[in-house]
């Protein structure tokens, strides 16, 4: 590579800082801001590309690399000023042109070798700077998904209760008509349902963000099954999918019952999900201290190459979010929070098997 280059650069250091300056100060996004925002650590980011064109000036070429961290620091000081990625990318492509500037105003031409080590140089920041930019932007967004949840738990929980308590006092009374008692049996389900709903998502989210807060409690898992049962009832019906269950009464667990119930209904909701026609069919076993819960169905199956990578797939956090499901992968972690392990079995184009061994004594792993 030619040297004459990262030494034209660093003779020209301010200039270039100044001329990327002048470029993104004109955008909208930056024309409110004060130069010492705008300018943030670019001056940084400037040094530190020189300095990797230099030395790989001095290796006669080899592989380039420009530590991540200040371009890191720019995506996220970015993100809190409101840029958008497009407007990211404009930075490091105005960073391009005044580098290419400095070079154009002495008269330096640039030979392939030095061309590629340059852009190198800034798409590796721009890459690092993007990354963390969007990894910082799904963080927030969760963070804000869980207060969001936690406040809507919050505040369905008291008027869901003062429902439940109502029920309660209506039974109470005058000694209720069948027909009153069906409907405030409905009630009362209907609405333990709710909160068990919004409540399981909040203890998935909170178990996910490691603040542990189990509540290990005596669990029938036959009304578990049924609470999820009556979850997802309307969605198998609409798809004229058939809900089977073969769940001896009277097995008990102790267990934190919101997360089993989430683990439940992500398994039946996927079986669903995934099932044209046929049946989903959930089994519970005891076995010794153990018991087993297998979610079956009858729909397209797994291909064998996605078997073996099933629960690591699609780690990523948008999969906790209010009102959808939290994925396999989330699954499997509130699986081994409980001391179970699940594993899957298929055959394509028949259906697929989940099964969940749980011990009967909560037992935490960690
Ligand atoms: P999602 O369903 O949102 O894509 P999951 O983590 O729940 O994410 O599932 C991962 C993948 O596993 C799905 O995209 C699907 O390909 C496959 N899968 C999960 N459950 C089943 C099932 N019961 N039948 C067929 N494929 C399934």
Not at 24 to 32: C, D, H, I, K, Y
Not at 39 to 59: F, R, S, W
Not at 325 to 338: C, D, R, Y
Request: with cysteine.
């Amino acid at each position: 590579m030619d040297p004459t280059v990262p030494a034209e650069f660093l003779r020209q250091r301010d200039s270039i800082i100044d001329d990327w300056f002048r470029r993104v100060s004109e955008r909208p996004v930056a024309r409110s801001l004060p130069r010492k925002s705008i300018l943030n650590n670019v001056p940084g980011l400037v040094d530190q590309i020189i300095e990797a064109l230099a030395k790989t000036a001095d290796l006669q070429g080899g592989a380039l690399s420009i530590p991540r961290e200040i371009a890191e620091e720019h995506g996220e000081s970015r993100l809190d000023l409101g840029y958008g990625l497009m407007e990211l990318g404009e930075e490091y492509n105005s960073l391009r042109d005044a580098f290419l500037s400095v070079l154009d105003s002495a008269g330096i031409a640039l030979n392939n070798a030095t061309a590629s080590a340059l852009h190198g140089a800034i798409d590796q920041a721009h890459r690092a700077g993007v990354e963390h930019y969007i990894q910082c932007r799904e963080e927030r967004l969760r963070e804000r998904q869980s207060d969001f949840l936690a406040r809507l738990v919050h505040d369905f929980r008291s008027p869901l209760s003062t429902v439940l308590t109502s029920v309660e006092l209506i039974r109470r009374g005058d000694s209720p008509s069948e027909g009153l008692s069906r409907n405030l049996e409905r009630i009362e389900r209907a609405t333990r349902r709710l909160l068990l709903l919004i409540e399981g998502q909040l203890a998935t989210e909170a178990a996910l963000a490691g603040n542990l807060q189990f509540q290990v409690v005596e669990v029938n898992l036959s009304e578990v099954a049924e609470d999820v049962h009556a979850i997802v009832q309307t969605r198998a019906e609409e798809k004229g999918i058939v809900l089977k269950e073969d769940v001896p009464a009277g097995i008990q667990l102790r267990t934190d019952r919101l997360l089993l119930g989430q683990v439940l209904q992500n398994l039946v909701d996927n079986a669903i999900k995934y099932t044209s026609q046929g049946a989903v069919m959930v089994q519970v076993r005891e076995v010794g201290g153990e018991v087993f819960i297998t979610v079956e169905d009858t729909g397209r199956g797994i291909a064998p190459e996605l078997l073996p990578v099933i629960f690591d797939m699609y780690k990523r956090s948008e999969h906790v979010s209010p009102g959808r499901g939290v994925g396999l992968a989330v699954v499997k972690t509130i699986v081994s929070f409980l001391g179970g392990t699940i594993h899957a079995e298929s055959e394509p184009g028949k259906g697929s098997r989940f099964i969940v061994s749980l011990p009967r004594e909560y037992s935490a792993r960690s």
